[in-house]
């Protein structure tokens, strides 16, 4: 993975990074009832571009869209379509962007109106693992502090997460090493460095950590059928700990 080390090199990620927290929180006020899935991707679509960035997830690797939009059962990479949002739905929002060479990677899981109570907590509680797991980041740390972290958070709450995905580094490329698995023991793997850049990202399951990949060969789904939350910042490793890049 690369080590950011120069002042030039930090700020291009920093420009990558706050792009797709900027147009994240475009879409969060943007998700309304009856909007459909491609709608969103195409005012992300424009809203990265309009900032001077290009969109990671489309091309890569054959995806065909700019962002992620996963409903409900779907866990992670779902392709945007005609389909519309209803009121009670659950929304995950994935969403990448390059800048001068290099990424930034975010997601967020928000309610589409009123939503029942279990899902709100579901929502709470995968949000909650990954501050959980940033707060592990730290020079001198192993990299399964971050993984302990948040499956211990997530489980003790009677709820799983999804070992088939996980997070990774970040930088020049959209997909780099190491991967950051969301469950295991600590103490375990590479030390934490200064310049490491990691997107961190819990995805959490009401019912089992089993999913499943449907026949388009990208949308994610729960095998039980049961509810699942996503979220993910990109965090730098700096000398006094930490740094949320994708936050605003």
């Known amino acids: 993975m690369i080590i950011l080390k120069s002042r030039s090199e930090i700020e291009k990620m920093a420009v990558a990074c706050r792009i797709v927290a900027e147009v994240l929180e475009v879409l969060v006020r943007a998700v309304r009832p009856g909007l459909t899935t491609l709608e969103l991707d195409a005012l992300a679509e424009q809203s990265i571009r309009t900032r001077g960035g290009v969109p990671a997830f489309k091309g890569y690797r054959g995806f065909p869209n700019t962002l992620c939009v996963s409903l409900n059962e779907q866990v992670v ?82 709820y799983s997460v999804v070992r088939a995905f996980v997070g ?47 026949d388009d060969g990208w949308t994610v789904v729960t095998a039980d059928g049961q509810l699942s939350a996503h979220f993910e910042h990109t965090v730098a490793i700096t000398d006094e700990g930490s740094q949320i890049l994708t936050a605003l």
């Open 77 to 158: 990479h779902g392709i945007p379509s005609k389909r519309r949002l209803r009121a009670g739905d659950i929304v995950g929002l994935d969403l990448g962007a390059k800048w001068e060479g290099y990424y930034g990677d975010a997601a967020v899981t928000i309610p589409v109106g009123q939503i029942p109570s279990e899902a709100q907590s579901l929502l709470e509680t995968a949000r909650e693992a990954l501050y959980m797991g940033i707060k592990e980041v730290s020079p001198g740390k192993h990299l399964s502090d971050i993984s302990h972290a948040i499956q211990c958070y997530a489980e003790t709450r009677g």
């Open 168 to 214: 990774h580094g970040i930088g020049t490329a959209l997909h780099e090493e190491p991967q950051v698995p969301n469950f295991g023991p600590p103490d375990r793997g590479p030390r934490l460095k200064p310049g490491m850049v990691l997107a961190i990202e819990p995805m959490v399951n009401i019912g089992d950590a089993d999913v499943e990949i449907l």
